[in-house]
């Protein structure tokens, strides 16, 4: 697909949707600057990724990559880069899922300011409106500075066209390693982001201005810079056994044992150095296909 045109051509995309989007199958981009490889890389783009069937990639650039190391505040793009890839590899891992998940990127939790008359395009024409998942999930960031995870679960149910008499069971989650710090005005801002990103088809609004946000109890950070890793890594553990986990947030049925245990939070101590790994080696197969192919690409 053509990095210059994001949507390509309507059986691009039909590929696209069907066959989850990860870093291996994305089509280099020559530096920004226009330098030659190896000196581009390094003083540009070091690594991207999209959840399959989105527009917006995670582009985790060279001078951002220091966040990466311990005892760094991440990026808001290695925070995205972290959902989807979690995301990827939880569709990847069973064929038939293609339905069940979209993940998004960071910037969504913005689209709860306000009701957009024209608001930004987050999937490709050509893939399904991302109400219509069983689940979406996207790190938020309400104060610049603190990253949480939103889950909306059924979002299809408030589609009129989908389910135009039945009950609505959608409901949403913040999933924050702070809980002092919880986003204000959110079941505000979820409303719009739903109405956002229904594309303009017809919704039941009254049934969007009633639905309830839970903020289920979960591991605290120890520290004030490691918020960045705990969006990605609570979706990693939700997708485990989603079903559980919503009854659990919804606390229909109660998983035994402490927040820490129930979060698998021993987990976390790895997650950063992992992260920075997928990362380095999105990097470096990006540099490889670069060195491959940078001839060819500049005569494109």
């Known amino acids: 697909m053509d990095s210059n045109n994001p949507t390509g051509s309507a059986n691009e995309a039909k590929t696209t949707v069907q066959t989850p989007w990860t870093y291996h199958q994305i089509k280099p981009v020559p530096p920004?600057?226009?330098?030659?490889?190896?000196?581009?890389?390094?003083?540009?783009?070091?690594?991207?990724?999209?959840?399959?069937?989105?527009?917006?990639?995670?582009?985790?650039?060279?001078?951002?990559?220091?966040?990466?190391?311990?005892k760094k505040w991440l990026p808001s793009s290695a925070v995205s880069f972290y959902c989807y890839e979690v995301g990827n590899s939880?569709?990847?891992?069973?064929p038939g899922r293609g339905m069940e998940l979209i993940v998004l990127h960071c910037e969504t939790w913005g689209l709860?300011?306000?009701?957009?008359?024209?608001?930004?395009?987050?999937?490709?024409?050509e893939a399904p409106c991302p109400l219509e998942y069983k689940y979406m999930a996207f790190p938020g960031n309400d104060t610049g500075t603190h990253f949480f995870l939103c889950i909306i679960a059924w979002p299809s149910d408030v589609l009129l066209e989908l389910?135009?008499?039945?009950?609505?069971?959608?409901?949403?989650?913040?999933?924050?390693?702070?809980?002092?710090?919880?986003?204000?005005?959110?079941?505000?801002?979820?409303?719009n982001i739903i109405i956002n990103l229904s594309s303009g088809r017809p919704l039941r609004l009254d049934d969007i201005r009633n639905i309830k946000i839970h903020f289920p109890q979960v591991p605290q950070q120890p520290n004030s810079y490691d918020c960045g890793l705990y969006p990605g890594y609570f979706l990693s553990v939700f997708l485990t056994d989603p079903?559980?986990?919503?009854?659990?947030?919804?606390?229909?049925?109660?998983?035994?044992?402490?927040?820490?245990?129930?979060?698998?939070?021993?987990?976390?101590?790895?997650?950063?150095?992992?992260?920075?790994?997928?990362?380095?080696?999105?990097?470096?197969?990006?540099?490889?296909?670069?060195?491959?192919?940078?001839?060819?690409?500049?005569?494109?």
């Open 112 to 125: 709860g300011k306000t009701i957009h008359a024209t608001p930004p395009r987050l999937t490709l024409k």
């Open 163 to 191: 389910n135009p008499l039945g009950p609505v069971r959608t409901t949403a989650f913040i999933l924050n390693s702070l809980a002092y710090l919880q986003p204000k005005d959110s079941e505000a801002f979820v409303h």
């Open 243 to 300: 079903k559980r986990y919503l009854a659990h947030c919804m606390g229909k049925t109660t998983i035994k044992g402490s927040p820490a245990v129930v979060w698998k939070h021993d987990g976390i101590q790895n997650a950063r150095k992992h992260l920075k790994s997928l990362i380095d080696s999105s990097a470096e197969l990006r540099q490889a296909t670069l060195d491959f192919s940078t001839d060819i690409i500049g005569n494109l």
């Open 32 to 70: 920004a600057s226009g330098r030659r490889i190896s000196d581009g890389v390094r003083g540009d783009l070091a690594a991207e990724v999209r959840f399959y069937g989105s527009v917006y990639p995670a582009q985790v650039d060279c001078h951002e990559r220091p966040g990466l190391e311990d």
């Open 90 to 94: 939880y569709l990847e891992g069973v």
